[in-house]
Every structure is written in structure tokens, then in C-alpha cells.
């Protein structure tokens, strides 16, 4: 069966909307660490499994942690209607959103990484929003906005020249301490961010069987979004226990030209080696500002359904988008059309 997959956030964080999602059809949680504490999630994950016994309804609960990212550090929204012109400060300080000239902070470059020169296009998120630079001084810059919508809290960031979060291929001390945090907590999945290697995914296995003793390993899921994770798609495969396309970052890398045939590698791997692969990222994102769907989502959501993926997973539409209820509902009714539910299994079964 294809698993519907709920990216837990503001728009959801209440029992009875957790309640309603579960109801509609959400098989499996996902929780990220890029913007709340692992402590803040344990207990949220132990909340919703709470809940969905309570239900009657099997939930799979699953940990995202960020990996190395260059993000904003805003904790509040920004609207980019209006606003004629904002300051980027690359010293890993807090954002001031609220004022005239508004200011975000930028967290996760290390010294001596390039930073925007004049000129240069900075993209926000997955590609909702940019901005051009027009002007740089010591550690910030300032920037014009190309798009007119809302940044949403700690988005990623790109530019020409950035550091790519899989470069170096380590685990960073936040990731290393979410694994260790997995010890005795209700996830049954923690998911790394921008795998290349099968190296990352059995170093964090052994991260792991340290923290838990003799215990049940949760799965380990590799979440391949660069170009270079597509190419190693195949041994990325055969090490994790499941794979997560992560479209947004992986559109990013490849660009739109070879998008294409960067995901059709990671789902024919993941086929070949016998995992999972959950695709997500912008699914039903025009749900946002419409009523209906847009007719290119729901061809391609319905042609994945047919085609048997194991998971897909809401990011926006569940945790920020007004109703979240409402995407999932339409997805659960893809499902029930192009993909039949059978008899149910764990999407990520744990490891002795």
C-alpha cells in the first residue's frame, strides 16, 4: 500500500486537528528537527501515538533531522508583499522581520564560505521565493524581492557558490545528538538528510546501536535531494532501510532539466535494492491558493500512486497550509482510486 505521510507543524499542532488528520488517512508522522528541539518532538510524537491508540489507528512516527543546511534563523513569518527591499546578515544572529527594512539572520555558513555578491540571485526554500542582491558589505547584504510571497520560519537558502550540505558527508553534532536522543522514544524512523554515502547511513546505524543497547534499531531512512545522492543512489539503497526523495532541495541542485532523470534513479534504485521510497515536497502545494488542485499535481501524484511508491509525504500542505485536513483527505481519495489499500504493513519495520 502507498503510506500518506503528514509533515507534523503549526498548522496541525492541536489534539483535535492531529485527531482529524489521522482520521483522514495519515499513516506515518513526520517530525523535523530543523526548527524544534528533539526533547519538544519526543514528546509530541508520544502525544500523537497516544492519540491514535486512543483511535483505534496505527501511526508510524518518524524523525527528520536537518543535516548540514545553510538556513534562515527568522521565527516569524515574512511577507514579501510590499516590501521593497531587506538586509541578509550571514553571522548566524536573530532576524528582525518586523521592521521597515527588514533583516534575516543566516545560520550554518562557516568562516571563509563565500557569501552573495551583487548581482547574484538568492533562492528561498524549495523555490517559492527569491531575491537579488544589490549590495554587500562585511558579513550581510542587501536584497530585492523577485516574488511576492511569504517566507516561512528557518528556510533553507542558496546562491551561487554555497556550500552544499552533502559535501563533507558528516553527521552534524545536532544530527549525532538526535540520534542519541532515539534511545526509548516512539520513533520508528529517523531520517538523514542529504545522503550520498552508504558511509552516513552506517555511521549513523552505529551512532544508533550505541544509544540504544540491545534494543530494536529504529529504521534508518536516507533522504537523497542533491545530484550526487541521485548518482549513489544505488549503494545509498542497499545500506538504509528506506529512501526519501527530497524533491525540493533536489530540484535546487540538479535544476529543471535534469530534475527529471534524478528522481527516476532514486525511485528505480529503491525498486532494484527492495526499499521503500517515499517521495514529498510540494505534491498538492497550489491547495494553498485554490480551490481545486493544479491539473500537473494531480497527474503526477495519481501517476505515483499507480506506479506502487511506498510513502508520500505532505510537507507544507500539512503543516502550515490553513486546512490541512482537506489535503489529505484529496489524497487519501487518489489513494482509494489509483492505489487500493491492501493489507496494511509498516513502512519503515524496525532492525533486531
Not at 542519541?180 to 552505529?206: I, Q
Not at 491539473?295 to 510537507?315: C, K, P, T, W, Y
Not at 490553513?322 to 487519501?332: G, I, K, Y
Request: with cysteine.
Amino acid at each position: 500500500m502507498t503510506h500518506i505521510v503528514a509533515t507534523a507543524g503549526p498548522a496541525c499542532s492541536s489534539p483535535e486537528v492531529l485527531a482529524d488528520l489521522l482520521k483522514a488517512g495519515v499513516d506515518v508522522f513526520r517530525l523535523t528537527a530543523s526548527k524544534t528541539p528533539v526533547a519538544q518532538l519526543v514528546t509530541l510524537a508520544e502525544g500523537v501515538r497516544e492519540l491514535a491508540a486512543g483511535l483505534g489507528l496505527p501511526v508510524e512516527l518518524v524523525l527528520d533531522l536537518p543535516g548540514a543546511k545553510q538556513r534562515l534563523t527568522n521565527d516569524d513569518y515574512l511577507d514579501l508583499a510590499g516590501v521593497i527591499e531587506l538586509v541578509l546578515r550571514f553571522d548566524g544572529g536573530p532576524s528582525e522581520v518586523s521592521g521597515a527594512l527588514p533583516v534575516l539572520g543566516v545560520a550554518g555558513l562557516r568562516p571563509g564560505d563565500p557569501l552573495p555578491q551583487e548581482g547574484d540571485l538568492v533562492v528561498i526554500g524549495d523555490g517559492e521565493d527569491a531575491l537579488r542582491v544589490v549590495g554587500h558589505d562585511a558579513g550581510s547584504c542587501t536584497a530585492v524581492p523577485l516574488t511576492t510571497g511569504v517566507i516561512g520560519i528557518r528556510r533553507g537558502l542558496s546562491f551561487p557558490g554555497i556550500r552544499r550540505a552533502g559535501d563533507a558527508q558528516e553527521l552534524t553534532d545536532h544530527d549525532i545528538a538526535g540520534l542519541r536522543a532515539m534511545a526509548g522514544t516512539p520513533f520508528d524512523a529517523v531520517v538523514l538528510s542529504f545522503a550520498e554515502s552508504a558511509d552516513l547511513v552506517e555511521r549513523a546505524r552505529a551512532v544508533l546501536r550505541e544509544s540504544v543497547g540491545g534494543a530494536s534499531l529504529p529504521a534508518v531512512v536516507a533522504k537523497i535531494e542533491t545530484a550526487a545522492g541521485a548518482a549513489a543512489a544505488d549503494e545509498v539503497a542497499r545500506a538504509a532501510d528506506g529512501i526519501l526523495l527530497g524533491r525540493g532541495d533536489l530540484l535546487l541542485d540538479t535544476g529543471p532539466v535534469e530534475f527529471h532523470a534524478a528522481c527516476r534513479r532514486v525511485l528505480d534504485a529503491g525498486r532494484t535494492a527492495g526499499r521503500p521510497v517515499v517521495v514529498g515536497t510540494q505534491l498538492l502545494t497550489s491547495l494553498a491558493a485554490g480551490w481545486l488542485p493544479h491539473r500537473s499535481e494531480l497527474a503526477a501524484v495519481s501517476e505515483l500512486l499507480a506506479e506502487g511508491v511506498a510513502g508520500l509525504m505532505l510537507a507544507e500542505e500539512t503543516a502550515g497550509f490553513a486546512d490541512p485536513v482537506r489535503a489529505v483527505t484529496l489524497l487519501s481519495g487518489l489513494r482509494d482510486r489509483y492505489a487500493p489499500a491492501t493489507a496494511r504493513t509498516a513502512l519503515f519495520p524496525s532492525r533486531p
